[in-house]
Every structure is written in structure tokens, then in C-alpha cells.
């Protein structure tokens, strides 16, 4: 959770440009790093070995997402923005819904169920910005990289959600 609320703590001091395209990556660059963080942590004090994969790989997508997403910034700095309240507002309330959601949950002190948990809103709201890239962003890299992550976050947590069903005590 500690390191939840440092991703909320980035995003709300990180300055908004209003540019959908611009906005969406500089928060799933933080959103993904928060992630590394969390399957980093999962790596060095998880027991499980099948979280351990998905941990392992989460960051070697996110990872590279993240180089892409910072790619994109880069070139992107100097367009001309459309600024839409509208749609700034939703991604905003995309992350609160998150950080709330996160909060809301019930954690075990154990690890591997704690970051399985806490990973299926995580990915959820990943998912959540993605629709809103894919619905009002005007570039079509970021766009299509948002749809890159709606599929694979939808897909992590099915399995998250699988091996929750699976280890139930």
C-alpha cells in the first residue's frame, strides 16, 4: 500500500498539460513504474513462484512500455495541444477511482495474496485510462499502445484473479 500511495502522490503534484495524449503517458509512465515497484517487491519477498513469473514479466512489459511512452513525450513536447476539460477530467477520475478502490481493500500480510490483490484494481485502472486514450486521444501511438494495454491488463488479471481462486484458504 505504501507504495500505492506514492503513485497517487506523483500524479497529484504531476502538471497536467490538458493534451489527452500528453496527459495519458506521463500517468501510465507512472502508473507502470509504480507497478515495477510492486512486482519488484513481490520478486524479493514473494514465495510463490507462478506470482514471481507474472511479477517478472510485468516489468519487463512495463518496462519497455515505458520507454515508448517516454519516446512518444519526447517528440510530443512541441504539438500544438487540444485542450478538452472533459476528457482531462475523466482521466483524473479514472486515478481516484483506483486509489479509492485500493484502499477498500482487505490485505493478509501475505505477499503473495496481498500483491495479487492489490494488482487486479491496479490493472483496472490502467485499463480504465486506456479507454479513455483509446476513446478521445488524437495520436495514433499512444492510442494504439493504450489498446496494447487494455488487452494484456485484462489478461493479467484473469490470471491474478485465477490464482486468488486457486489459493483460497
Known amino acids: 500500500m505504501m507504495i500505492m500511495h506514492e503513485m497517487d502522490k506523483k500524479m497529484d503534484t504531476m502538471k497536467m498539460t490538458k493534451d489527452i495524449d500528453q496527459d495519458f503517458s506521463m500517468m501510465m509512465i507512472i502508473h507502470h513504474q509504480i507497478a515495477i515497484d510492486m512486482a519488484k517487491e513481490m520478486l524479493n ?7 514471481k ?13 515505458i520507454s515508448k511512452l517516454q519516446a512518444f513525450i ?4 512541441n504539438v500544438p495541444h487540444n485542450v478538452n476539460e472533459e476528457q482531462h477530467m475523466q482521466l483524473m477520475m479514472s486515478m481516484g477511482k483506483m486509489a479509492r478502490q485500493a484502499d477498500l481493500e482487505l490485505f493478509t500480510g501475505n505477499i ?4 495479487a490483490t492489490l494488482m487486479i484494481p491496479h490493472h483496472q485502472s490502467a485499463m480504465d485510462m486506456a479507454e479513455i486514450e483509446v476513446h478521445f486521444g488524437q495520436d495514433s501511438i499512444p492510442i494504439n499502445m493504450a489498446a496494447k494495454i487494455k488487452v494484456d491488463q485484462q489478461m493479467e488479471i484473469e490470471e491474478l484473479q485465477q490464482w486468488l481462486l486457486d489459493h483460497r484458504k
Open 74 to 77: 519526447n517528440g510530443h513536447m
Open 45 to 51: 519477498s514473494g514465495k510463490d513462484t507462478t506470482l
Open 53 to 65: 513469473h507474472m511479477a517478472q514479466k510485468m516489468i519487463e512489459m512495463q518496462s519497455e512500455e
Open 112 to 115: 503473495d495474496n496481498d500483491f
